[in-house]
């Protein structure tokens, strides 16, 4: 049999694998039938005028795909079934009487229908070309070329642990130990390894938390406003929700000792910056917390969520370095510090709920992904995490002051914004004659994205509350936003 194969010396792909597409093409397409033989790799190579290296090698590779057979003695020969047919699935005849209607009731479990309820996955506008509505990392200055070095020197890693199942459900213990001694410097948190949990981000450690200890009906309280992806969980598993105010200083906690509050098990907060409204909780309320949850026998849950982002004062150390009784279940992310898709969050545990957790997260997932856990481990241990977030910190107070700045020129005595010089957003009171929607409406026709504060909210109904994403928009574009807002205002209003 001759064989008809063109091969280009300058294409820049390795001969052999040019021979091996050709031959595989030609397989598929029957130009070379089951069960024939094909020549040897001597008269191949002599016929092509290439190295017979190339063609043993091209042969070897068709053969460990199963598309080729060698029969000792006799030659190479096209298999009678190829891995195409063996990969795909014929789809199965559907008798339109036996499956008649799609109709059928979805027989969900209750938790299905609650998760069916309360979660919905954010949703992008597309159509706005700035938007105010993410607080997610300056993607540009991130520190890619270090990041992928290092995934790259661990996804060579010759090592069978990295690819395989670990036997340590918490994570890869080298990354507890270097975020043990991280919160320990940068946030006062007091821990060990061993209570350190490597989740795929906050919202699997709230995730994890609920299941292990709220049972549907079980009261849990949180901020009002507060965040809404720790809410979706709590309704998700069918928790009693109990909202709880937030004023100047941080979540009321008189309000958790009011009589229809004597159950609550657990009560989420985010204490360095408030998710939306960016306050601070007070020494006096932390340590109120701290006793009511003593007395309660109640658990905390701490979502440190943007805490290395504050400008100008001392940082303000973790609740969970405070706490005297084992009640606060610290979370923190990566999602912030690094980026969002790496989905590489934890939460320290306080010891009597280390093993509980690390069973709750076999059961789930196993384990997180070893080769970013690898990566990351190098990457704090290496310095790059606390010089970015150095950086990081620098750039997002530019942009905030540049925010508050066009705030002042261009929307001036129509603003008040509310809470810390902190984080990756800011929530701000508009005074406008203007409903949240249309506003958000007439911002969008002029390609400007903003976001009402109002979902956060459980019992009020707040209007001309917005909260403000800054860190990923350069300060030209974060003047430009605010100016196209103040034109909208001040066209409707007579202020
Ligand atoms: C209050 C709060 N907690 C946590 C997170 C981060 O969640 P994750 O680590 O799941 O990305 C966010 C993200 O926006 C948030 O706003």
């Given at each position: 049999?001759?064989?008809?194969?063109?091969?280009?010396?300058?294409?820049?792909?390795?001969?052999?694998?040019?021979?091996?597409?050709?031959?595989?093409?030609?397989?598929?397409?029957?130009?070379?039938?089951?069960?024939?033989?094909?020549?040897?790799?001597?008269?191949?190579?002599?016929?092509?005028?290439?190295?017979?290296?190339?063609?043993?090698?091209?042969?070897?590779?068709?053969?460990?795909?199963?598309?080729?057979?060698?029969?000792?003695?006799?030659?190479?020969?096209?298999?009678?079934?190829?891995?195409?047919?063996?990969?795909?699935?014929?789809?199965?005849?559907?008798?339109?009487?036996?499956?008649?209607?799609?109709?059928?009731?979805?027989?969900?479990?209750?938790?299905?229908?609650?998760?069916?309820?309360?979660?919905?996955?954010?949703?992008?506008?597309?159509?706005?070309?700035?938007?105010?509505?993410?607080?997610?990392?300056?993607?540009?200055?991130?520190?890619?070329?270090?990041?992928?070095?290092?995934?790259?020197?661990?996804?060579?890693?010759?090592?069978?642990?990295?690819?395989?199942?670990?036997?340590?459900?918490?994570?890869?213990?080298?990354?507890?130990?270097?975020?043990?001694?991280?919160?320990?410097?940068?946030?006062?948190?007091?821990?060990?390894?061993?209570?350190?949990?490597?989740?795929?981000?906050?919202?699997?450690?709230?995730?994890?938390?609920?299941?292990?200890?709220?049972?549907?009906?079980?009261?849990?309280?949180?901020?009002?406003?507060?965040?809404?992806?720790?809410?979706?969980?709590?309704?998700?598993?069918?928790?009693?929700?109990?909202?709880?105010?937030?004023?100047?200083?941080?979540?009321?906690?008189?309000?958790?000792?009011?009589?229809?509050?004597?159950?609550?098990?657990?009560?989420?907060?985010?204490?360095?910056?408030?998710?939306?409204?960016?306050?601070?909780?007070?020494?006096?309320?932390?340590?109120?917390?701290?006793?009511?949850?003593?007395?309660?026998?109640?658990?905390?849950?701490?979502?440190?969520?943007?805490?290395?982002?504050?400008?100008?004062?001392?940082?303000?150390?973790?609740?969970?370095?405070?706490?005297?009784?084992?009640?606060?279940?610290?979370?923190?992310?990566?999602?912030?510090?690094?980026?969002?898709?790496?989905?590489?969050?934890?939460?320290?545990?306080?010891?009597?709920?280390?093993?509980?957790?690390?069973?709750?997260?076999?059961?789930?997932?196993?384990?997180?992904?070893?080769?970013?856990?690898?990566?990351?481990?190098?990457?704090?241990?290496?310095?790059?995490?606390?010089?970015?977030?150095?950086?990081?910190?620098?750039?997002?107070?530019?942009?905030?002051?540049?925010?508050?700045?066009?705030?002042?020129?261009?929307?001036?005595?129509?603003?008040?914004?509310?809470?810390?010089?902190?984080?990756?957003?800011?929530?701000?009171?508009?005074?406008?004659?203007?409903?949240?929607?249309?506003?958000i409406a007439r911002a969008a026709e002029r390609g400007v994205e903003i976001v009402t504060a109002r979902p956060y909210y459980l019992r009020s109904k707040y209007q001309g509350e917005f909260i403000f994403g800054y860190s990923n928009l350069s300060e030209a574009?974060?003047?430009?936003?605010?100016?196209?807002?103040?034109?909208?205002?001040?066209?409707?209003?007579?202020?």
């Amino acid at each position: 049999m001759d064989l008809a194969v063109t091969l280009d010396d300058n294409s820049g792909v390795p001969l052999h694998r040019q021979l091996h597409e050709e031959l595989r093409r030609s397989i598929l397409s029957g130009r070379l039938p089951a069960r024939s033989r094909i020549p040897s790799t001597r008269a191949l190579a002599l016929s092509l005028g290439v190295s017979r290296t190339t063609v043993t090698q091209c042969y070897e590779d068709l053969i460990s795909e199963g598309y080729l057979q060698a029969a000792i003695g006799s030659g190479t020969f096209i298999c009678q079934h190829l891995p195409e047919e063996l990969l795909r699935a014929e789809p199965v005849r559907r008798s339109p009487k036996l499956n008649p209607p799609q109709k059928q009731p979805l027989r969900l479990s209750a938790y299905g229908n609650r998760a069916h309820n309360s979660a919905r996955p954010e949703r992008r506008r597309p159509d706005a070309k700035l938007s105010f509505g993410h607080w997610r990392p300056a993607f540009k200055q991130l520190p890619l070329r270090h990041w992928r070095r290092l995934v790259t020197r661990h996804s060579r890693s010759n090592g069978r642990a990295v690819f395989d199942y670990s036997e340590d459900s918490l994570g890869f213990e080298p990354l507890r130990e270097a975020i043990a001694a991280y919160l320990s410097r940068s946030r006062a948190v007091q821990c060990e390894p061993g209570q350190v949990l490597i989740c795929s981000g906050a919202q699997r450690a709230v995730d994890l938390i609920t299941r292990v200890l709220i049972d549907p009906g079980d009261a849990v309280a949180m901020e009002d406003p507060g965040y809404l992806g720790a809410r979706q969980v709590f309704m998700a598993q069918g928790a009693d929700l109990s909202p709880v105010r937030v004023d100047e200083s941080g979540i009321v906690v008189k309000e958790l000792h009011k009589n229809s509050n004597s159950n609550i098990k657990l009560v989420y907060v985010s204490p360095s910056h408030q998710f939306p409204t960016g306050i601070l909780l007070s020494l006096s309320r932390r340590l109120e917390l701290l006793a009511w949850a003593a007395q309660q026998n109640a658990f905390i849950i701490e979502d440190d969520y943007d805490s290395e982002y504050r400008y100008g004062g001392r940082p303000v150390p973790a609740l969970q370095g405070l706490d005297q009784n084992e009640s606060v279940i610290y979370v923190g992310t990566f999602s912030k510090v690094l980026f969002p898709s790496l989905r590489l969050g934890y939460l320290v545990a306080p010891p009597r709920l280390v093993e509980i957790l690390a069973r709750a997260k076999w059961l789930v997932d196993r384990q997180s992904p070893l080769i970013e856990q690898y990566a990351l481990t190098d990457f704090i241990n290496e310095g790059h995490l606390e010089r970015h977030i150095r950086r990081m910190r620098t750039l997002y107070d530019r942009r905030r002051n540049a925010l508050v700045d066009a705030f002042s020129e261009y929307l001036p005595s129509r603003v008040s914004i509310l809470g810390e010089n902190a984080g990756m957003h800011l929530m701000a009171r508009l005074r406008t004659d203007l409903g949240d929607q249309e506003l958000i409406a007439r911002a969008a026709e002029r390609g400007v994205e903003i976001v009402t504060a109002r979902p956060y909210y459980l019992r009020s109904k707040y209007q001309g509350e917005f909260i403000f994403g800054y860190s990923n928009l350069s300060e030209a574009r974060i003047r430009e936003g605010i100016r196209k807002l103040s034109q909208v205002l001040n066209l409707i209003d007579d202020f």
